[in-house]
């Protein structure tokens, strides 16, 4: 397993050069970010991303996020002109040496929180759900500003896109899903990419939008659309794992041979859909990050894995989710379970 770390590009606190010293990490995990969503990523700044990760003496073979359009979940009249567009960054990626693509097919929101700095007990700072909260917020008139809201839209253009939401349920977005992935898996198999699937965050509806990648039996219906080791997903342990029906061992021994990256990180369930994100350690929290990893192991996991959401810890200020001290600790633990749990099956064998 490659241990790597999401950097925001040139104008992330956290440089390429604290990342390098983490003990360690191989890789970073990076997007052009100045280049509007549905569009073609140049080839220069493509070149540009990856000499200057090389050159911090780390590799650039995963990519997160291409975003998928709206119009393309909508499956909207101007659908195959992105997922044209989508193919041809696959292309691009694949001849930057990218292996491995993580998107998601979220509606509208990414990753939702109702509180970015819920103070733990520890001192340290945390990314928070409250459904109670989040229930009660009107995504139109809220003036939260959540990491997962695209600042993109304006009310206007927001309440334009909810309203082409309104007819599109679960099952006609499995078929705009299905669309894509028909076009786009062929694509990622000649041009030496996996495309990795990241689950519904939390994995449950929110404002009346269909949210489908949830659960086992989903991701099992999602990786059959396309049967190929390119159809594959992001295993995001915090994602599935706030829902205590989703059992991520079970599910990385399921999915064995298509789960090409893996989100490592814990969460402490607090109620009935509500949580926050612990420290990694799994005693912080309600998983268990030993027997995730194990079942990986024990099943010939070869790909990537990053740290997930870290609190902020010791003073640090900076992007929510994403500072250095919190997540790097993270990897280190991480790390000593996959080299101690590699070592004591060599010694078995
Ligand atoms: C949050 C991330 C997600 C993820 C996207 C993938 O921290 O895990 O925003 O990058 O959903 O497309």
Redesign the pocket.
């Known amino acids: 397993m490659k241990m790597t770390f999401?950097w925001y590009g040139s104008g992330d606190k956290v440089t390429l050069g604290d990342i390098r010293q983490i003990p360690c990490v191989k890789g970073v995990v990076s997007a052009i970010y100045d280049t509007p969503v549905g569009e073609v990523w140049s080839n220069e700044s493509i070149a540009k991303l990856k000499a200057d990760i090389n050159a911090a003496g780390l590799e650039f073979e995963v990519v997160?996020?291409v975003?998928v359009h709206e119009e393309i979940k909508l499956g909207g009249a101007d659908a195959p002109r992105l997922i044209d567009n989508y193919k041809e960054n696959v292309r691009r990626l694949g001849e930057a040496g990218v292996k491995c693509i993580?998107?998601?097919f979220?509606p509208v929101f990414?990753?939702l929180r109702s509180e970015l700095d819920r103070g733990l007990s520890d001192g340290s700072n945390a990314l928070a759900y409250d459904h109670a909260t989040v229930l009660s917020m009107n995504p139109l008139t809220s003036s939260l500003s959540l990491?997962?809201w695209d600042a993109s839209y304006d009310n206007d253009g927001l309440k334009d896109l909810l309203a082409r939401y309104a007819d599109i349920d679960e099952e006609k977005l499995w078929d705009n899903l299905a669309v894509f992935l028909k076009e786009v898996i062929p694509v990622a198999e000649q041009s030496g990419v996996k495309m990795a699937i990241?689950p519904d965050?939390p994995p449950w509806g929110i404002f009346g939008l269909p949210r489908i990648i949830t659960c086992k039996d989903n991701i099992a219906r999602m990786l059959a659309i396309v049967d190929s080791p390119a159809n594959g997903i992001?295993l995001?342990t915090g994602?599935l794992g706030v829902n205590p029906d989703n059992d991520l061992a079970d599910m990385a021994r399921t999915f064995k041979g298509r789960i090409p990256f893996v989100?490592l990180r814990n969460i402490k369930i607090t109620g009935e859909k509500c949580f926050e994100e612990s420290g990694h350690r799994s005693s912080e929290g309600s998983l268990d990050m030993y027997e995730i990893i194990k079942a990986l192991i024990d099943t010939g996991f070869d790909g990537y894995v990053r740290p997930?959401?870290g609190r902020m810890i010791w003073g640090e200020k900076g992007r929510a989710?994403?500072g250095l001290y919190d997540r790097a600790l993270g990897a280190m633990y991480l790390d000593g379970i996959a080299e101690a749990i590699v070592k004591e099956s060599e010694v078995r064998r």
Do not use: A, I
Request: hydrophobic share 10%; with cysteine.
């Open positions: 999401r997160e996020s975003p993580c998107y998601n979220m990414d990753w990491p997962g990241h965050d992001t995001c994602s989100h997930d959401h989710g994403y």
